[in-house]
């Protein structure tokens, strides 16, 4: 393990124990879920929590948990998108340009396309691998994914936020599709950490959720205010399942790194495949950054099917997958994602690894794709 790799350990180490130190003979281990809407108020106006829309017992431990893993300051949202919009809205005003990935999730450019461009936000795109050469002058804010979803290509996080920065803009990541735990973009420089944890941070397909976590206090305040005033709020069942799957982050990413590793490997030469992508692969265009700038490969893999008839077949033929948009559950599922829109190959399927035994898996896909070869 590399010194970072040793850091998010220390980082999920404290995720799960900064509870646990405050806790008195008789309380319960596992946190409580709160859904109380009205709190008793103190005399002055900092004297804990007021008003559901304000703050709540359960979001803020799993703010707790997430800060831990971000180091640094958390604002949970009730979806990813919510962090994204909170985060869009927080940082831009009319007359500003932004930067973002042509390749990255497709929602985060219709938001600024429907409601930021009409009231005078100029969008320039460009693609992720070709990000750190886009030009800056005069972008107030640059969006970045890495690795990109669905395409899986990456960018150098340092390099984009130092050129960022010299520009005058600031740079928020979507650091969706790696987690917090494999990657720590606000150690690389960027400002803000934005995040679906409906996808692996949650973990068991059964929730959405998102958080935005910064180290700039102004900023970190002013998306907070963002939240209370428009009441995009978690509710308190949801922060509990999120924070339920948070404790097993780390044991449920190394299983399904391991997995989409082993997959990778496995199909990377199948007959039935046009091309494999996966940034674990020693000649994928992604492989030398990732092993940079992350702490493991991730468990998305992209799989192109010469049409969309063979990448159809082949989610029938396999026992293991199951064909559902969204990803980072504990069962490996894959979607097709020109489906949505995405300019990706009509058979292009990312393939996202789940838990199962690794052997078991890898035969099931192996038998799968010699069905349809
Ligand atoms: C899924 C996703 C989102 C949106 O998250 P929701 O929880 O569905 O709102 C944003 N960014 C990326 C990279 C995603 O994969």
């Known amino acids: 393990m590399t010194d970072d790799g040793r850091a998010g350990a220390k980082r999920m180490f404290r995720s799960l124990h900064h509870r646990s ?7 319960a281990l596992a946190p409580p879920m709160v859904t109380a809407s009205k709190f008793v108020l103190g005399a002055g106006p900092d004297a804990g929590i007021e008003y559901g829309r304000f703050s709540s017992p359960t979001w803020e431990h799993v703010e707790a948990q997430l800060a831990c893993l971000e180091d640094a300051p958390v604002v949970a949202f009730p979806s990813g998108m919510a962090a994204c919009a909170a985060a869009i809205y927080t940082l831009l005003k009319p007359g500003d340009r932004v930067l973002v990935p042509s390749d990255g999730y497709y929602t985060v450019r219709m938001l600024i396309d429907r409601y930021l461009t009409p009231l ?4 320039v795109q460009r693609p992720t691998r070709a990000l750190g050469e886009a030009p800056m002058e005069g972008v107030r804010l640059v969006w970045i994914e890495t690795p990109s979803n669905p395409g899986l290509d990456v960018c150098d996080i340092a390099a984009v ?4 920065k010299a520009a005058g803009a600031i740079t928020v ?12 973009p606000l ?12 996808k692996a941070a949650a973990g068991h397909s059964d929730v959405l959720f998102g958080h935005v976590a910064g180290r700039d206090a102004g900023v970190i305040e002013a998306v907070r205010d963002w939240r209370r005033i428009n009441g995009v709020i978690p509710g308190a069942f949801e ?3 999120v924070s339920r799957g948070l404790e097993t982050l780390d044991v449920r990413l190394e299983r399904m790194c391991a997995n989409a590793a082993a997959l990778a490997e496995a199909v990377r030469d199948h007959p039935a495949l046009e091309s494999v992508r996966y940034p674990g692969l020693p000649d994928d265009p992604s492989h030398a950054l990732a092993a ?3 702490d493991a490969f991730g468990f998305l893999i992209g799989m192109t099917f010469r049409s969309q008839r063979a990448a159809e077949d082949f989610v029938a033929a396999s026992e293991a ?3 559902t948009t969204s990803f980072g559950g504990v069962q490996t599922t894959a979607d097709r994602r020109a489906r949505w829109g995405d300019a990706a190959p009509e058979g292009y399927l990312r393939l996202s690894a789940g838990c199962e035994p690794t052997g078991p898996l890898v035969a099931d896909i192996l038998a799968a794709l010699d069905a349809i070869a």
């Open 321 to 323: 997958v199951s064909p």
């Open 239 to 241: 922060a509990w399942l």
């Open 120 to 123: 005078g936000v100029e969008a």
């Open 161 to 164: 936020a130092v050129r960022a």
């Open 173 to 184: 990541a979507d650091n969706t599709t790696a987690t917090a735990f494999l990657q720590r």
């Open 21 to 27: 130190q405050t806790l008195a003979p008789g309380d």
């Open 292 to 294: 940079h700038q992350m």
């Open 187 to 198: 150690d690389l420089g960027v400002d803000l950490a934005v995040y679906s944890d409906t």
